[in-house]
């Protein structure tokens, strides 16, 4: 029987996958201090699960599994919205990004979270159907029909000059 990986090699996994799952809350979340929360919610459930790990390797993998699980649960509780009450408006910066990733950013959140995550995990992860369907612990079809119903209101917002028609020839 192997033995159960340490907290040294807990310690690696964070240090190797926190910006790429932080990337990942954040594109699903749309927030930054959310994100992070996000981020140290999944590692907390892997942590707590780390004596069931096997194999080190498949231990990024199931660390970006617990976070989207951890965000599919939060979209499910009906407290979480995405506009939270403040007394005062913040500040806007007055940064410029020529690029159009701010307005990517603004269109993921108008989708619905599902939408959102399907796109975050298949074009952003680069995950498969099959891959995002037991990451989101949907249908492969559900997957095909949420990307679809996604890109065509991405379109909508952005044009097919952002979003053209042969992303949705993305691999399965």
Known sequence: MPRPPSDAEFSELVQASWASLYRTAYLLLGDRAEAEDLVQTALAKTYASWHKVRAVEAAPGYARTTLVNTASSWF???SWRNERPTEALPEQGVTHDPSDRPAVIAALAQLPPRQRAVVVLRYYDDLSVASTAHAL???????????????????????????PDTLGAHHD
């Open 137 to 163: 612990g949907i249908t492969e079809g559900t997957v095909k029909s949420q990307t679809s119903d996604a890109l065509a209101r991405l379109r909508t917002l952005l044009g097919d000059a952002v979003v």
């Open 76 to 78: 499910r509780k009906k």
